[in-house]
């Protein structure tokens, strides 16, 4: 009897999944991301239960001592100085690491996210629908320069310290979304369409940074682990709360007024933030990530066959 020898494959994990897909995902996020903006545009702006939810958690008068120092120096820290002294921070790292292309890239998401925060609050109409007159505060000037200083940051690290930092980034973006609605500058769609915008410009510089290494060499990663899961729960928690909470609301300013009180509209709201900033920061990470490793089959020489042995 003769034993044939099979065909062995081994994996090779250095070679990084470099498809259409990896380069193309920037630009459909960033798509989706600016049809989010314009959708919580529609729904909280121009139509009119959407701005009664919208006011409600606005005209909450929610205070706290503790609360309200916390809230008040977190806006307080957030001036034009600070988003550019970051900005200067985040194009030196990407300088130090010889990664020019990521220090433009960050620039490029700070400029864009916020020049186009700024020109969409100049034009954008926001009509009388809920009697609550005011000046449009839409979208949130404040929210999106604290996320695009923590995007570029996120952009520009290395992978060894990325998911901590989009950690820290997110509870602080968190705090200052809230701040802002706390304060009355801003209502929860405002911050909810500023993190989309950001993220819509964010990944707008990752498919342009993919575009240009295309043929760079360059290591399969996967997302940061340490980021993913705490975000992901939190993404899942806040946004349950949020959505039930907002519903509450609106059930409330349509049916029975004053059944809601203005804390739960401001909690409702807040989850909502919460919830938004959690699922931008979800989609940062990974856009932030390598090519993902995939296995490829090497086919390596067929082992010797054993000697044959005939009996007669």
């Known amino acids: ?154 952009l520009v690290l290395p992978r060894a310290v990325r998911g901590t930092v989009a950690l820290i980034g997110f509870v602080y973006v ?18 909810m369409a500023a993190m989309l915008v950001v993220l819509a410009w964010g990944a707008a510089a990752v498919f342009v940074i993919r575009v240009l290494r295309l043929r760079k060499p360059e290591p399969g990663e996967r997302p940061s682990r340490l980021a993913q899961w705490p975000l992901l729960a939190a993404f899942a928690i806040t946004a349950t709360a949020g959505v039930l909470g907002m519903l509450a609301v609106a059930f409330s300013e349509r049916f029975h007024p004053g059944l809601v009180s203005g804390r739960i509209a401001f909690l409702a709201g807040s989850a909502v933030m919460a919830a938004a900033t959690a699922g931008s920061f979800v989609f940062w990470v990974r856009l932030t990530s390598g090519p993902r490793r995939r296995p490829l089959p090497v086919v390596t020489a067929p082992a010797p066959a054993p000697a044959t042995s005939e009996t007669d």
């Open 1 to 154: 009897m003769t034993a044939l020898a099979s065909r062995e494959q081994t994996v090779d994990l250095r070679a990084p999944r470099r498809g259409p897909g990896h380069v193309l995902l920037p630009l459909a996020i960033a798509a989706l991301a600016a049809a989010g903006a314009y959708l919580v545009y529609r729904l909280f702006v121009r139509t009119s239960l959407g701005q009664a939810v919208d006011n409600a958690a606005l005209r909450s008068g929610v205070h706290h001592p503790k609360m309200d120092e916390v809230l008040g120096r977190a806006l307080d820290n957030t001036t034009l100085a600070s988003v550019v002294l970051v900005c200067v921070v985040a194009a030196a790292i990407g300088i130090l690491r010889k990664r020019v292309d990521l220090a433009v890239g960050a620039a490029f998401l700070v400029l864009g996210a916020n020049g186009s925060v700024e020109l969409l609050k100049g034009h954008l109409v926001r009509p009388d629908l809920d009697h609550f007159p005011g000046p449009n505060s839409f979208p949130s000037g404040h929210t999106a320069a604290a996320a695009s200083v923590v995007y570029a940051l996120v």
């Open 174 to 191: 968190t705090v200052i979304a809230i701040a802002t609605v706390w304060a009355e500058w801003h209502r929860p769609s405002d911050t």
